[in-house]
């Protein structure tokens, strides 16, 4: 599947559950905060869509018929995909939580759960996200594949740039230090580090590593 580049025009939220009624809760709460919605029943036409548009944040919801969304996620991460994902579940456990994490998801939030949560939680994630997509990250080189990191993922590797252990980073960003190690682990995948000498070479350099690279692990 092709990269796909942040967005920079209208403020799209996709949605993409099998119940209509959250579907439709949820897009009547985002467009009331000034977002437009799309919503989806399933996975694949999900991912045709994107095809056309990239969004500013996704909504996902794990338990999707045939194709679930961790299906989804993994496709997502394929893709290289840097628009936040918040995903949802009603049937939710830690081992799925860092499941999901690991697949590249920003956030996780069990159901049920107030419309206005989720709203504030998109709200967040769009800010930051456009705030950081295309500028550089404090203290670093002007690195190829900057544009491939979930906003997340650069707060991470920042921190972890500028010396803080695990521990430190996920107590200065209010994450355990589990999570940062799987941001890290993310961190290194997409742009192509061997270890964490290798991470810092490219990510102070100016130049880093082309995208072909990164994506070829070459």
Known sequence: MGQIHPFPGDAYVFIVDDDKLVTDTLALVLR?????????????AFLEALRLKAPA???LDLQLPGYSGLDVLRDLAEMCFGPPVIVMSGHSD?????????CGALDFI???????????????????????ADGPIPGLG????????TSREREVL??????????????RLGISPRTVEVHRARIMSKLGAKNAADLMRIVLSKEGRSPRSVATGS
């Open 57 to 59: 944040c996704v909504i």
């Open 32 to 44: 009331l905060e000034g977002f437009a919605t799309q919503g989806f029943g399933d996975g694949p």
């Open 94 to 102: 830690i081992p799925t939580a860092v499941t999901a994490m690991k």
């Open 142 to 149: 002007d690195f190829a594949g900057r544009h491939l990191l």
């Open 158 to 171: 920042g921190h972890v740039a500028s010396g803080a252990s695990n521990k430190e980073a996920g107590r």
């Open 110 to 132: 069990e159901k049920p759960f107030a419309a206005s949560v989720m709203a504030d939680r998109v709200r967040e994630a769009v800010l930051v996200y456009r705030r950081t």
